[in-house]
Nanobody, 120 residues
Framework: QVQLVESGGGLVQPGGSLRLSCAAS???????MGWYRQAPGKQREMVAT???????DYGAPVRGRFAIFRDNAKNTVYLRMNNLKPEDTAVYYC???????????????WGQGTQVTVSS
């Protein structure tokens, strides 16, 4: 069973940046990977996905501000977050095995999550 460990969350001021990392215990090279987030009182939502060929897709609220990329040699996926806003505050989760068609659906493997808080 693959384990996913996220890191890099924290408290940041509006307009700031963070980089999240997701380290997997096994190879990720054949999997679509994703980042999801869940804010208090809200449903979990897709933030970004990256295919095995490194094609990325983003949720509308983060498009143009966030970037997802992967390093298969390190079994790690990253999420670079720029121009952070208070509404980005959430627990961010890494996911392995995202299905892209017919609709984007998360896979079965989740990390424990990392808290991102955007506040002045």
């Amino acid at each position: 069973q693959v384990q996913l460990v996220e890191s890099g969350g924290g408290l940041v001021q509006p307009g700031g940046s963070l980089r999240l990392s997701c380290a997997a215990s096994g190879s990720i090279s054949t999997y679509v990977m994703g980042w999801y987030r869940q804010a208090p009182g809200k449903q979990r939502e897709m933030v970004a996905t990256i295919s095995t060929l490194s094609m990325a897709d983003y949720g509308a609220p983060v498009r143009g501000r966030f970037a997802i990329f992967r390093d298969n040699a390190k079994n790690t996926v990253y999420l670079r977050m720029n121009n952070l806003k208070p509404e980005d505050t959430a627990v961010y989760y890494c996911n392995l095995g995202v299905t892209l068609l017919p609709v984007t659906t998360p896979g079965s493997y989740w990390g424990q999550g990392t808290q991102v808080t955007v506040s002045s």
